[in-house]
Nanobody
Framework: VQLQASGGGLVQPGESLRLSCAAS????????MGWYRQAPGKERELVAV?????RRYADSVEGRFTISRDSKSSLSLQMNSLKPEDTAVYYC?????????WGQGTQVTVSS
């Protein structure tokens, strides 16, 4: 499975961004997909995951971010009311059986 993330950029606090992730390869084997992020000097952390009909969010983004599994091979993350603390590299993730796959990351910077 290969993952390609896109949609990052520089926005001001309070603005919105939409990240997209396109999966290719053995997409039929994917059980769940999600978004993680890593800020400078910090560990990678879960942002939101989608498995079947279940959606799970980090407390810090609950109510502001929405994850959507648009198709077997497409995942998106709508990010509203962005804050400076949301600044990070965002990674798309997919789980297929016992294998975990990562995309290359897309930078999100929230700054005035």
């Amino acid at each position: 499975v290969q993952l390609q993330a896109s949609g990052g950029g520089l926005v001001q606090p309070g603005e919105s961004l939409r990240l997209s992730c396109a999966a290719s390869g053995r997409v039929f084997s994917i059980n769940g997909m999600g978004w993680y992020r890593q800020a400078p000097g910090k560990e990678r952390e879960l942002v939101a995951v989608s498995t079947g009909s279940i959606r799970r969010y980090a407390d810090s983004v609950e109510g502001r971010f929405t994850i959507s599994r648009d198709s077997k091979s497409s995942l998106s993350l709508q990010m509203n009311s962005l804050k400076p603390e949301d600044t990070a590299v965002y990674y798309c993730n997919a789980v297929a059986g016992t294998e975990t796959y990562w995309g290359q990351g897309t930078q999100v910077t929230v700054s005035s």
